[in-house]
């Protein structure tokens, strides 16, 4: 899997100071697409065993306290990262306690294939949906337009936008 930018601290993306990670690879070219760069799974740079560690030990940093992991993109869900996705994701439930998991996907919950819902079952939030420019809302919180549907797939969260 490749990425396009990594963010150790951030506050923009999710509730909370997070560590935010937009990977490379989309198919579902909505029209208005912020982020077409990111569409070819091939651009960016590889997202390597030491970025793996870099998120994990950002995310236990007791220095700047993080709530959690942001996954974005490009589409975390994309078929050829679920692999790397689903290892990331498994770790950081394992290693990152109390930590919480948000993913933005253009996918809806509904159409989740197998294989994306085995990550699906280590995030907490849910942000699904493509982004339809006709609904774009810029008053949404954590969403682009209002066919989006936020998804609260745990308990482990104390924000609900
Ligand atoms: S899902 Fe996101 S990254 Fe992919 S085309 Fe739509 S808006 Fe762009």
Same mark, same amino acid.
């Given at each position: 899997?490749?990425?396009?930018?990594?963010?150790? #601290?951030?506050?923009?993306?999710?509730?909370?100071?997070?560590?935010?990670?937009?990977?490379?690879?989309?198919?579902?070219?909505?029209?208005?697409?912020?982020?077409?760069?990111? !569409?070819?799974?091939?651009?960016?740079?590889?997202?390597?065993?030491?970025?793996?560690?870099?998120? #994990?030990?950002?995310?236990?940093?007791?220095?700047?306290?993080?709530?959690?992991?942001?996954?974005?993109?490009?589409?975390?869900?994309?078929?050829?990262?679920?692999?790397?996705?689903?290892?990331?994701?498994?770790?950081?439930?394992?290693?990152?306690?109390?930590?919480?998991? !948000?993913? !933005?996907?253009?996918?809806?919950?509904?159409?989740?294939?197998?294989?994306?819902?085995?990550?699906?079952?280590?995030?907490?939030?849910?942000?699904?949906?493509?982004?339809?420019?006709?609904?774009?809302?810029?008053?949404?919180?954590?969403?682009?337009?209002?066919?989006?549907?936020?998804?609260?797939?745990?308990?482990?969260?104390?924000?609900?936008?």
């Amino acid at each position: 899997m490749n990425y396009h930018q990594y963010f150790p #601290i951030d506050v923009v993306n999710g509730p909370g100071t997070r560590v935010t990670l937009f990977v490379s690879g989309c198919e579902h070219q909505c029209r208005g697409c912020y982020n077409q760069s990111t !569409w070819n799974p091939c651009s960016g740079h590889l997202f390597d065993q030491a970025m793996i560690e870099q998120v #994990i030990k950002d995310l236990n940093d007791t220095r700047i306290k993080r709530r959690g992991l942001s996954l974005s993109g490009g589409d975390p869900l994309y078929p050829q990262n679920l692999d790397d996705i689903l290892a990331l994701v498994q770790r950081v439930k394992n290693e990152c306690p109390g930590k919480d998991i !948000w993913l !933005w996907t253009g996918y809806t919950l509904d159409e989740l294939t197998p294989a994306q819902r085995a990550v699906i079952a280590y995030v907490d939030v849910l942000v699904d949906g493509k982004f339809e420019q006709s609904l774009a809302d810029p008053s949404l919180v954590f969403r682009g337009s209002s066919n989006q549907v936020i998804h609260y797939l745990s308990d482990n969260h104390e924000f609900k936008a």
